[in-house]
Each structure stands twice: as structure tokens, then as C-alpha cells.
């Protein structure tokens, strides 16, 4: 079984690149803002909780996403693994996850890091709303606010894991498939 989570600022690429990493190694991808976004479209009570936060840039609570991932961990089988795309978010999600993917007869393989410099992030994310109409992703000063919040509460569970020795970094500056060619070199040591 092959866990990996797959790590980065908001604009990273997490989302593409999961999508060509499931194809290719058959894993399940499991995004927990996905199942946000799913939740406000249904208006299910957790999604006009979450909606709230979401368009002002801030993250949902610990409470719920970590109920998001045990929910579809408990609905979706997959001998191969997961992609974790979105999730953990904070030094108290990753201390959660080994303990919830133990449940489920598994661990944390890897972390892998998509670096990308912040004004290309900016610039992803404002084209990115006009495909998606993501109200996060339409103003500056909110894309501004989540990168910010990425890099005081989340950017720092790289150590978590590094000091694992499960953490593997990667240029995601350039084009996708040769982004995705590094991710996939990287994988194959660990798998
Ligand atoms: P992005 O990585 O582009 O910011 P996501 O789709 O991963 O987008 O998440 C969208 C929003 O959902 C986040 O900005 C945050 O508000 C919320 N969210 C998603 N996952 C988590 C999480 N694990 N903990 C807290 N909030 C989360």
C-alpha cells in the first residue's frame, strides 16, 4: 500500500498532478477541499459551516477535516493506496493521520513537496476562478490571506516528516508533464 501525500501552497498543482499520479500507479484520490466544495454545492450543514471560512481564506477546522478523511477512508477501499491531496494542513491533522490511517491498515509512505515560486501561485489561481468560479480564488487580498496561512500553519509539517526521513521536494515552476515525470522518478524510489 503506497500513501502519499502530496504537499504545496495553494496554485502548487496538487489537484493535476494527483489526477496523472491515481492513472498511473491505480491509487485513490482522496482531496479533502474536493469534499468541501462537494458539501457547499449539496448544502449539506457541514458545507454552510465550511462555506463561510473557505470565502474568507481560512482553513476549516481540524475537527472537520479530520472527519472528512476518515469518512473517505471508510468509503473507499484501495489495496494500493492514496493520494492525499489537501490533507494534513496542520501540525495537529498530520499527529492525527498516522493514528487514523492505522485504523485503516496503513501509514504515511511519503510526503512530496511541489515548490513554486508565490507570484506564479497568484497568478495560477486568479486564472484558475475564471474556469472554476472558485469564490477562494477570485480576489487577490483572500489568495494573498491562504498563502499566508499556508506558510505559518502548514508549510511546517515538512519537518514532521522530513524528520521521518518520508519527505521528497520538487521544482513545480515549470510545465506539467515534466513536473509530473520528477514526481513520478521520486515515487518509484519508494515504491
Ligand atoms: P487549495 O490547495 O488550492 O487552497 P483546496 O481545494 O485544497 O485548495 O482547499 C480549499 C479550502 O478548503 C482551503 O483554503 C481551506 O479553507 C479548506 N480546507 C481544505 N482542506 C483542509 C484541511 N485539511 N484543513 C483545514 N481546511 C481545509
Partial sequence: ???????????????????????????????????????????????IEAKKLIDDGNYVTDEMAIEIIHNELSMHHNPNGFIFDGFPRTTFQAEKFS???SIHGGDVNLMISIEV????????????????GRPDDRQEDIIKKRIEIYH????????FYKSQGKFESI??????????????????KYN
Fill in 117 to 132: 515560486e508565490e507570484s506564479l501561485l497568484i497568478e495560477r489561481l486568479i486564472n484558475r476562478s475564471k474556469e472554476s
Fill in 152 to 159: 505559518n500553519r502548514t508549510s511546517c509539517i515538512k519537518e
Fill in 1 to 47: 500500500m503506497l500513501n502519499i501525500i502530496l504537499f504545496g501552497p495553494p496554485g502548487a498543482g496538487k489537484g493535476t498532478q494527483s489526477k496523472k499520479i491515481i492513472e498511473k500507479f491505480n491509487l485513490t484520490h482522496i482531496s479533502t477541499g474536493d469534499v468541501l466544495r462537494k458539501n457547499i454545492e449539496e448544502g449539506t450543514l457541514l458545507g
Fill in 171 to 188: 521544482n513545480g515552476n515549470g510545465e506539467i508533464d515534466i513536473i509530473f515525470d520528477k514526481i513520478c522518478l521520486v515515487i518509484a
Fill in 99 to 101: 493514528q487514523i490511517l
